[in-house]
Structures are given as structure tokens and as C-alpha cells.
């Protein structure tokens, strides 16, 4: 089959490889017809080069048609229409039994510390081959896939994989209280759904924050207040504060992550706010000029006293320093993680209809055949040609 393999610092390549086998009893291989590009496959391409092997398969959002089933799957049958978890969980363990699924104790590598397996994640979450090729070995073929209906487009669905339900716990992790305020840092797919899905709960004041004009254009066009961070540069934090009675929001997610590292956006946030790169603490990350921690910090500096920091996007290695005194003079609340996929998935489910209230059918900004994956990982890392949320069509 054909599959976007890795092979270097943004190199990866559409390879034939090996059709995935069915190995344990309860393994469906799935027909991929759409896989998403994440942010999290960027941090792959651009830094976490030390942790990945030539020739790994990225991936984790897809969803396709059940082509084969192992001898034990009773919830599948062949034809069925799924969408795969982003994390592989067992679904029987202590973890997954408590909704949190992104902990789950049997696929975890535990040596390194880490949480369940992810798919397309490479060695650093358990080597499981990824989706962004033809076909997919998807093991707990009984619990994991998530069985959706035939009729309405791919892209309806396929965002369970990992944008729905991330964005969706951000906002619950947010907690923000009725007639309440949330800022968003970054609009990338998450952070603008994290805001559709906020103003669809009912928050009030929804305040999002990028530098990329499209970006901020797609967000204030579904009633999201924007501020342009490299337009405002060092004055950001005091515009959100007069933009929230002064006192600051009472809640902020942070959506970036570690996109505030090493990307061509990051140099310009930098160059904006005229920040000092942090120092940075001894591992990989350690790569000079650019302050990745900015936009953690700027959560910290905004939110009000006593109020919640969710932070959703990705920071690796160590965060050092972190102003601890800060976060503990302000009694600041700060709730992060995985996603548990599955535990949202029974939330998010009912608002996937015609009506549509959170725009998913029109979400992907480019749909491309899996051949042209290389260009589709350049144009969404520098964020060229309107660039938000691309799907690839094996
Ligand atoms: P993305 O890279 O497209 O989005 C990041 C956005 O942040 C970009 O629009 C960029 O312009 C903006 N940005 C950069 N620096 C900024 C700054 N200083 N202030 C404000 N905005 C800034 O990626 P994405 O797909 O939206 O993912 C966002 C993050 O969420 C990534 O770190 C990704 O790994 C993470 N993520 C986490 C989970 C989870 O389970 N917790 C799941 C999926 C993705
Ligand atoms: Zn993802
Ligand atoms: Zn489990």
C-alpha cells in the first residue's frame, strides 16, 4: 500500500510499504477514506527528529470503511463506517474505565512515562503504525473504532479522531462559569474549534488570538472577538485585560503549544512581542531564538485571579523556568492533556447533523489525494494558501 512515511527533518515521503496483517484476534484492518493533518504530526516534521525512525508511518486522525476483522471482533462487521481514537486504548482497564482514556494502563509504554500508545506517534508512544496511508491495523477492534453512519460526508465524522473531542475537553478542562470569558491562544484547527465549541456552550465572551490573518478572519466570522498578536506585539496582554474588565478572563486556553518553537510563525511572534528567548532547560528542545514558552506565559500574565489555564496544545521536554509564584499568587487552576477521545465522543455525537452547528462540513480548508501528503505538511506548517485543516483522501 502507499503511506506518508518520515525521513527526515520536514521529509516525508509517500512510500509503498507492507499492506498492515491482522495479528491479535480483536484487530480490523480499516480502508482509510480521510485522515487528517495535525498540529501534533508538525512537532514530527519540524523537532522531534531524535525520536522517529526512517520510514515510520504518521497519522492519527482517520476514519474509513472496516475491510477485514479478526476472529474475536463482534462489534464490526466488514463495510461498517468507522473513525479511529487518535489514542489506542484497551477500553477494559482501570484508566479507560474512568474515562480516561488517553492513560489507558495496557497500551502505555510505561518505561518512558508516557500515556497510552498513540497512532503515528512513533517510538515515543508506542510505535504504532499510522494513518495517513491506504490501509490500518486498528487493534481493540470491539471497543476503539468508533462506528458512525453511512450517508453524510467524511468529513462530518472524521474530526472524532482528534479535533472534536481535544477541543471539547479543552473547553471542559477551561471550566468557564456562566456569563464568563475565555481567551483562546492560537486558531489553528484546535484552538478554532475550542471557540466553536465554547460559543455554542454559551460563553459569553470568546477572545481569539493568532498572526495569521486567515486565521483570525475564519475565527471572527463565527463570532469570536480577535486580536492580531503580531499587530499588538508586547501590548497583547493589556488589550485582553481592557477587553475583560480589567481583571483578565477567567479562563484561557492555550492552543499552541509547542507551534511556538521553531516554526516560521514563532520567529515572527517573537520578533512581535520582543520577548527574550527563556532559558531553556538542558534536552532537546534546546534550540535558540525563540521563546516557546510564550504563549503559556502570556496565559499566565492575562488570566484572572482564581482563574483556569487548559492547556491543549503540546509542550515537550522540560518548561523551565515556569513562574511558579505566579501561579500560586494568582491561585491559578491548570488542567492539561491527551484528550480522552471515547469519553467525549457520547457529547460531541448529537451536534454531528445537517444543521451543523459547529461548521465541521466545511471545516477542511483543503481536501488532497494522499500522494500530494509532502506538499500538504508545507503548505499547513508555513500556512500558506488559506491553510487550516487539511484532509487527505487515500
Ligand atoms: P497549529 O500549529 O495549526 O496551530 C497553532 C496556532 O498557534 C497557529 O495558528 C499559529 O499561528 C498560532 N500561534 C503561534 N504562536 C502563537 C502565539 N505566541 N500566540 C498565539 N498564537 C500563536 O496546530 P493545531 O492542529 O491547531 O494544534 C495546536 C496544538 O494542539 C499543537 O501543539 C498540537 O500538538 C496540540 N494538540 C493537542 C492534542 C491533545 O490531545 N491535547 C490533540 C491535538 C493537538
Ligand atoms: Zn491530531
Ligand atoms: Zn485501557
Known amino acids: 500500500m502507499k503511506a506518508l512515511t518520515w525521513h527526515g527533518r520536514r521529509d516525508v515521503r509517500v512510500d509503498t510499504v507492507p499492506d498492515p496483517v491482522i495479528t491479535e484476534p480483536t484487530d480490523v484492518i480499516v480502508r482509510v477514506t480521510s485522515t487528517g493533518l495535525c498540529g501534533s504530526d508538525l512537532h514530527l516534521y519540524e523537532v522531534l527528529g531524535p525520536f522517529l525512525d526512517e520510514g515510520d508511518i504518521l497519522g492519527h486522525e482517520p476514519m474509513g470503511v472496516v475491510e477485514e476483522v479478526g476472529s474475536a471482533v463482534t462489534a464490526l462487521s466488514v463495510g461498517d463506517r468507522v473513525v479511529v481514537p487518535f489514542n489506542v486504548s484497551c477500553g477494559t482497564c482501570a484508566m479507560c474505565g474512568q474515562g480516561l482514556q488517553s492513560q489507558c494502563e495496557t497500551t502505555q509504554v510505561r518505561s518512558q512515562g508516557s500515556g497510552a500508545a498513540l497512532f503515528g506517534y512513533t517510538k515515543l508512544y508506542g510505535q504504532v503504525p499510522g494513518g495517513q496511508a491506504e490501509y490500518l491495523r486498528v487493534p481493540f477492534g470491539n471497543t476503539l473504532p468508533i462506528k458512525v453512519p453511512d450517508g453524510p460526508p467524511d468529513d462530518r465524522f472524521v474530526y ?29 484547527p484546535i484552538g478554532d474549534m475550542c471557540a466553536r ?109 482564581g482563574g483556569t489555564i487548559s492547556v491543549v496544545g503540546v509542550y515537550g521536554g522540560m518548561a523551565d523556568p515556569l513562574p511558579m509564584l505566579t501561579l500560586f499568587d494568582k491561585q491559578i487552576q491548570l488542567r492539561m492533556g491527551q484528550a480522552n477521545v471515547l469519553r467525549w465522543v457520547p457529547d460531541i455525537l448529537p451536534l454531528l447533523t445537517d444543521d451543523d452547528p459547529l461548521g465541521v462540513d466545511d471545516f477542511a480548508t483543503h481536501h488532497l489525494p494522499l500522494s ?16 487550516v485543516k487539511v484532509l487527505l483522501r487515500p
Request: aromatic share 4%; charged share 25%.
Open 160 to 188: 472524532l479522531s482528534d479535533v472534536l473531542p481535544t477541543s471539547w475537553q479543552a473547553v471542559e478542562y477551561a471550566a468557564v462559569p456562566p456569563g464568563g470569558s475565555l481567551v483562546v491562544l492560537g486558531l489553528g
Open 197 to 305: 465549541i465554547a460559543r455554542h456552550r454559551g460563553v459569553e465572551t470568546v477572545i481569539g488570538v493568532d498572526l495569521v490573518p486567515e486565521r483570525l478572519e475564519r475565527a471572527a466570522a463565527r463570532g469570536v472577538d480577535t486580536l492580531n498578536l503580531r499587530a499588538l506585539g508586547s501590548g497583547i496582554a493589556d488589550e485582553i485585560r481592557s477587553r475583560t474588565g480589567g481583571r483578565g478572563p477567567d479562563a484561557v486556553i492555550d492552543a499552541v503549544g509547542m507551534e511556538a518553537h521553531g516554526s516560521p510563525v514563532a520567529e515572527l511572534a517573537q520578533k512581535a512581542t520582543g520577548l527574550l528567548p527563556d532559558r531553556m532547560a538542558a534536552g532537546f528542545m534546546k534550540t535558540a531564538g525563540v521563546d516557546r514558552l510564550h504563549a503559556l506565559r502570556l496565559a499566565i500574565d492575562v488570566v484572572r485571579r
Open 372 to 387: 500530494e501528503a509532502p506538499a500538504a505538511y508545507e503548505m499547513f506548517q508555513k500556512k500558506r494558501d488559506g491553510a
